[in-house]
Structure formats: structure tokens, C-alpha cells
């Protein structure tokens, strides 16, 4: 979360409000992709794989065991 003060940075630095909301809503989505991608194990799409990121992630089955 950020703070009252870093968003008055934010519009300070010549930023809009409505800026601050597009970023918040950008990286909700991508991270609600990304979640989605991985419990549906969706291909990759040939034009991204190229920058594709080797990352192992611990099953959520083995997480949920904890």
C-alpha cells in the first residue's frame, strides 16, 4: 500500500490521480493473469517466449499441507 505522502509525490511529479488508479489496476490484473496462468497451466504464447523466465514454484497442493 502506498502512503498519502508518495501519492502527493506521485501527482507532485506531474502524475494524475487517475495515473496512480491505472498503475493499481495494471499490476492487479497482471498478477490475477499470472495466478490464473499458473493453476490452469496455460501455454505460453510464441510471441512471449523468448523472455520467458525459468522460475520453479512450490505446488500449491504441498503449500496448502503446511
Do not use: W
Not at 21 to 29: I, M, N, R
Not at 30 to 56: C, G, M, Q, W
Amino acid at each position: 500500500m502506498i502512503t498519502k505522502a508518495e501519492a502527493a509525490a506521485f501527482v507532485a511529479a506531474g502524475f494524475s490521480e487517475k495515473q496512480i488508479l491505472d498503475v493499481v489496476l495494471a499490476v492487479a490484473v497482471k498478477t490475477l493473469r499470472n495466478i490464473s496462468n499458473h493453476i490452469f497451466h496455460n501455454d505460453l504464447d510464441e510471441a512471449v517466449a523468448p523472455y520467458r523466465v525459468a522460475v520453479k514454484l512450490a505446488p500449491v497442493v504441498a503449500l496448502a499441507n503446511e
